[in-house]
């Protein structure tokens, strides 16, 4: 979330009316950016992780696991601990940050000062997760911990699933049936947001959940937990007539989506092309990392047919009203607009010459007058065109307080649009009056139970970003084929069941890529020279910006069509290679790593994390997912209904518990060897 400014949020029908005014100044503070910040230059790798906890609370006699509503006073409680350690120490780098989140029982942490290119960074990580974990942990009640877990099984049942109590009757700003009030972050940025978004679709958001059907489900579904005949809201019919789907979870409030949590990394990079250049590159890799650390398979108390958070979260902040979803012919509104604001890319943004405009093949409406306007300001129509397509949305919450800004000094408008874009990938431009470079956001990744695999999923994206640019690597594929992919990802089991659409040649022409040998790069540190890579040439100390582009051929190249460039892969040959020319992302990685000067300490602890997802790739260890699933279906308390009790989810998340804390073995899910060092 972005920061969270005090004032007083107006209600959406005096917000719309600001709406053009937030669009056309927040354009001008971004060219104020681009004017001052265009040709920024030489920016060293700093990089950072964000995790997202829930506050669990168990009541050990009554065997509830509940979700705690203290997030107010423990973020107050975090802030005087996190300030009196930097007092101590007489800095603040290294102490983390505890930033608010969506729903009130949720914390998000990042660490104390980003991480830098060092190589001796990537083995802080997972001790800076830990020590970010173990810091809230302490100071929460007893019996309270924070979780990394991607949903909460039971948020939204009948009874009890919050600590208080709190009845979904007083929802005001939702309208659910389900979530109460004290579900949202009560800072009033969010319930305006949550109040807003309904009253601009003009309706409650409807998420269905295709649910996954067991030997003893009833069918069709109708769910009996579903508060049918309540006339209470204006929308408590629409349940009843249809929204509500039949053999699908049925959720009506921005809290399921926006209360899951994620890990998201952020990356700086040496200049504007270079991060324009990232952001492509890693488009097509954000559905690839859905379904590796897919960890979310069970909703409102069921098991649903997919394993991941994406869907329900895009579903439940969709502010589309029926004429913009294609419902009804365009009256009032601008556009016809395909997806909701939170979703995947939709357009490709870099002018590097591997771009063809072949790839960016789906419709993505954009404000014509905000392009020309872009346009008049010499912004290249790629880019353009990526910016007047975020900014066709209104702005949601709108502060009265802050209507008015200095442009040059502010980029409040402009963040309202973009912050409000959820997409896979994030283009970061830098903050005004900030030392801070432009910068690159992954978002799809769901969080991981443990630290050990959040660092795991962080270093990989890392070193694979590293890995692209050193290497030049190409992955252009159409960005329909994204979004296909991006559908797969999802599905039950998807690492295993599916097959992905993944470029063929990765490599600009003429490359001279070897891949590694496996023997060679385990033992790279004792062979040859140490400091010397392929070709005598020397290893690099640190992970770096600013690499070389692939020069474009000239005469005599000739480009397949683009249909012949990509194919249907399972994620185990996309991740380890498929054939001699293609290596896979691991083995790209691989090969990246060989070109670093680590010590054999430091490379082994890397190879420990790549190995995670070698496993979990190759199935010789589960996803959380699929992990929770079993656990589920072999409770035995379960009636292989598709429900999931109180008790049965109290164990499954006093089981994760001792799972995270290396008190309970796991070796189908995590290494042998894990332990937690907390
Ligand atoms: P948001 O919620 O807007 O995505 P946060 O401030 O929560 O952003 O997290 C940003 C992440 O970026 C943190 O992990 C932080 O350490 C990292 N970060 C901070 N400064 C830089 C920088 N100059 N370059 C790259 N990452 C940075
Ligand atoms: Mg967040
Ligand atoms: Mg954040
Ligand atoms: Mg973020």
């Given at each position: 979330?972005?920061?969270l ?22 354009i ?8 001052r ?5 030489g ?30 006073e ?45 190589l ?10 830990r ?22 099984p ?7 699933f919050?600590?208080p ?89 921005m ?18 092309t ?13 559905p ?32 589309r ?145 590293r ?19 991006m ?40 062979t ?38 990509y ?47 070698r ?50 073995k ?8 894990y332990?937690?060092?907390?």
């Amino acid at each position: 979330m972005g920061l969270l400014a005090l004032g007083t949020p107006l209600p959406w029908d005096e917000a719309k009316r600001y709406a053009e005014h937030v669009r056309t100044h927040g354009i001008t503070q971004f060219l104020h950016i681009w004017d001052r910040l265009k040709d920024r230059c030489g920016d060293e790798l700093m990089w950072g992780d964000e995790i997202e906890y829930m506050v669990i609370k168990f009541d050990n006699e009554g065997r509830n696991a509940k979700l705690s509503l203290r997030q107010t006073e423990i973020l107050e409680k975090l802030k005087t601990i996190t300030n009196d350690i930097a007092s101590d120490r007489g800095e603040t780098d290294s102490v983390p940050t505890f930033h608010p989140e969506y729903g009130r029982f949720m914390l998000e942490s990042t660490p104390g000062a980003p991480y830098t290119g060092a190589l001796a960074d990537l083995l802080s990580v997972e001790s800076d997760m830990r020590y970010r974990r173990n810091l809230a942990r302490k100071y929460l009640k007893p019996n309270e911990i924070p979780f990394t877990l991607t949903s909460f099984p039971r948020l939204g049942v009948p009874g009890v699933f919050t600590e208080p109590y709190c009845d979904p009757r007083d929802a005001v700003s939702s309208h659910s049936l389900f979530l109460p009030e004290e579900i949202t972050n009560p800072h009033a940025r969010f319930p305006t947001l949550t109040a807003n978004i309904r009253r601009r679709r003009g309706s409650k958001v409807a998420i269905n959940l295709p649910l996954f059907i067991d030997e003893n489900t009833p069918r069709p579904f109708i769910d009996p937990t579903i508060p049918w005949d309540r006339n209470l809201y204006a929308e408590d019919h629409e349940a009843r007539d249809g929204a509500a789907l039949p053999d699908h979870i049925y959720m009506d409030a921005m809290g399921f989506g926006m209360g899951c949590c994620c890990l998201q990394i952020t990356f700086q990079a040496c200049n504007v092309t270079e991060a324009r250049r990232l952001y492509d590159a890693l488009v097509p890799v954000a559905p690839l990392m859905l379904a590796l650390t897919a960890a979310s398979p069970l909703w409102r108390g069921y098991i649903a047919d997919v394993d991941c958070r994406w869907d329900v979260v895009s579903a439940s902040v969709d502010d589309r009203t029926d004429e913009e979803r294609g419902l009804k012919p365009l009256n009032e509104n601008r556009f016809r607009i395909p997806k909701s604001r939170y979703a995947s890319v939709s357009l490709y943004i870099s002018e590097h010459w591997f771009n063809r405009p072949e790839y960016n093949d789906i419709y993505a409406p954009h404000d014509e007058a905000i392009y020309e306007r872009l346009r008049g300001h010499d912004i290249d129509s790629l880019l353009s065109k990526h910016i007047s397509h975020l900014f066709i949305r209104d702005p949601l919450v709108v502060f009265s307080e802050t209507i008015d800004q200095d442009d040059t000094n502010s980029n409040d408008h402009f963040e309202n649009i973009q912050s409000t874009n959820w997409q896979t990938l994030r283009f970061k431009p830098p903050p005004v009056n900030s030392p801070i470079g432009w910068r690159v956001e992954f978002r799809s990744m769901e969080v991981q139970i443990t630290d050990f695999e959040n660092a795991a999923f962080a270093l990989f994206v890392v070193l694979l970003s590293r890995a692209i640019l050193n290497f030049n690597l190409n992955f252009y594929i159409p960005i329909s084929k994204v979004d296909e992919n991006m559908a797969r990802a999802q599905r039950r089991d998807a690492l295993h069941t599916q097959r992905f659409f993944f470029r063929k040649d990765v490599f600009p022409p003429g490359s001279t890529f070897t891949t590694p040998t496996p023997t060679a790069s385990a033992a790279s540190s004792g062979t040859s020279s140490p400091v010397e890579g392929a070709n005598g040439v020397p290893k690099e100390k640190k992970l770096r910006n600013c690499y070389p582009d692939a020069p474009k051929p000239e005469n005599g190249f000739r480009r397949a069509p683009v249909e012949e460039e990509y194919e249907e892969m399972t994620l185990e040959e996309i991740m380890n290679g498929k054939g001699d020319a293609f290596p896979g992302l691991l083995g790209l990685v691989v090969a990246y790593l060989d070109t670093l000067d680590f010590d054999e300490t430091t490379r082994l602890r890397i190879e420990g994390y790549l190995d995670l997802i070698r496993r979990r790739t190759n199935g010789s260890l589960k996803t959380a997912a699929t992990w929770i699933r079993e656990f589920v279906r072999s409770h035995p308390e379960y009636k292989f209904d598709s429900v999931v009790s109180q008790e049965i989810n109290y164990d499954l998340v006093v089981a994760l518990d001792e799972i995270e804390r290396g008190i309970r073995k796991a070796e189908d899910f995590l290494p042998a060897g894990y332990r937690s060092k907390s």
